[in-house]
């Protein structure tokens, strides 16, 4: 499956789409969770978390995944991640990071087995903006003040200069708010082709509908997905809604 080019072919029929995010290590009754969100009308998954999954959690997540025929995307926090039994990676640059590994040395570590797995690479400038989460702690990033939205538009100009294609802008799972709606609205005023991705703390559809409205291509639910599969239902119909 090329997952850039199905991507890319729904949003050019203007369609909002939706990734479910499943962390191996925290996730429970997978097989339930997927095909409910499958009926749901999630476009595909993203397999990751910022601490404890194995080689072998993340493959045996992506074998049960692939059976939906949705696109299975890693969303590395680290190599540990990586497999060959998914479609493909989101190749990031966690690009507000302190830490030269997440800004080079985890790409250039994963570099080679991305290949060896014939694995599809989605460039992706990542962009976390609170620093009380673990994805936060971890990436030891730059917080981004929330009423400074010209920042985050200059980040998604650099990524796309950069030749990246996509631009992810990060919450972190388990965040208390999602980030502010001019973020994905500078990203997107700011860049010509970039696909705009937001997710952590997007716990309602209101919320979700906010972040679409404001220039969000792709919205990402993972927490409220395992918590309120009912709620993650109503976000999916809201992001579809035209």
Known sequence: MKVHKYIT???SRGKKLHFT???PDKSDNIENISKTMVEAGTDGFLIGGS????PQEATETARILKEHGLPVIIFPGNINCLTPEADAILFM???NSLEPYFLMGAQVAGAPLVKKYGLEPLPTGYLVVYGSTAVA???RIMPIPENKPDIVAAYA????MLGMKYFYIEAGS????PVPYTFPRAAKNSTDNLVVIVGGGIRDP??????IDSGADIIVTGTIVEKDPIKAKKIIQAIKKT
């Open 9 to 11: 072919d729904l949003l």
């Open 21 to 23: 995010l499943i962390d």
């Open 51 to 54: 601490l404890a999954v194995t």
């Open 93 to 95: 640059v966690l690009m």
């Open 137 to 139: 702690h971890v990436g």
């Open 157 to 160: 100009m650099a990524a796309e």
């Open 174 to 177: 388990g965040a208390p708010k």
């Open 206 to 211: 209101e919320t979700a509908r906010l972040m």
